[in-house]
């Protein structure tokens, strides 16, 4: 039977334990120790308790385990290293490795330095944590899987048949670099700028805001140019940009997006993965992100504060 090994027990973490246990063998595996009973409130509404096997990464080293299929890193993205480090003498170097995280910081720096295959996902799934037992699905999305050089698109195609077989649907491709950098583009645009001002996402379409969300859209459209990142939906350059972006304030109007939610709970925020590719990318090739890196400064100085 396949065993994923899913480390990082938080709130997508979690909700991947849920999916996968029921079809394969899974293991939740933390750096504390959290209750074997797990509960989910799906999408409906629904209260579903599971016994899920749940470790701690002291576990995984004193113990003989069967190496996994696949071991997932849900973490936030600046501990996705840190985590892998913690857990790698315990796997095979040959072990498949999935990272779930936002932005571009992970990404780039474990398909590098892992000798085994290394899968990247991106999801628009929506999850959050209740206490250490309970995970709510809060929104349907979906997942796409790749690797950023696409030599692993037969593993992919297996973990995006197994993602959907769980019910949370998936499909592999062959361009995840420019998704995932596609993606960091509309989480700049937004996170930074109801993070620091506490707002939630519908509110950046009002005068005081929506000025600065144009500001950081063309440095970021230019960036995303540079890069060689499609403008979306078919578009072109900054307009498609904006519109994308929109668009993404509209349907989550309602949304406290996740770096408002850990500059509340006074943790450290994603801004390296999001902010940190952007400006180093603008430095290299001789681009403005002056705006980015304002944004950037702020926020290290409201994480200065936790
Ligand atoms: N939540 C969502 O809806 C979505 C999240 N994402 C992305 O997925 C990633 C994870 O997000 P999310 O699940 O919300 O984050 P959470 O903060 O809910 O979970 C992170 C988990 O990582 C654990 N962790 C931290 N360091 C280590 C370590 N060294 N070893 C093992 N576990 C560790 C934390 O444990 P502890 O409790 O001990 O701190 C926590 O359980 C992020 O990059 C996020 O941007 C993407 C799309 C949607
Ligand atoms: C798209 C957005 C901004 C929705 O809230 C998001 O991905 C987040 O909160 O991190």
Redesign the pocket.
Known sequence: MTTHWI???????RLLAHSLAPIAATAL????SLPEQQALTTLEGEQRVQQLKVLT?AQLGSGTHEPPAFVHI????M?AE??LA?IAETIPPTTPLVL????FLAQPRITQAWPGPVLCAT???????VGDAGVVH?GRGHTYVGDLHNQHSDLAEALAQALTQAGLAATAVSDIRQRLWQKLAVNAAINPLVAIHGVRNGELRGEAYSGHVEAVVKEVAAIMYAEGIQSPNGGEGENAWLALVWQVVKNTANNKA?MLQDVEAKRLT?RGAILGPLIESAQRYGLVSKVLQELDDELAVLEAGC
């Open positions: 480390l990082g027990p938080g709130a997508i973490g595996v933390g750096r504390r990464v849900t973490t936030k993205a501990a840190s985590a913690g779930w995280q936002n932005g999801t628009t799934e929506g999850a959050y944590l809060a996740s994603e």
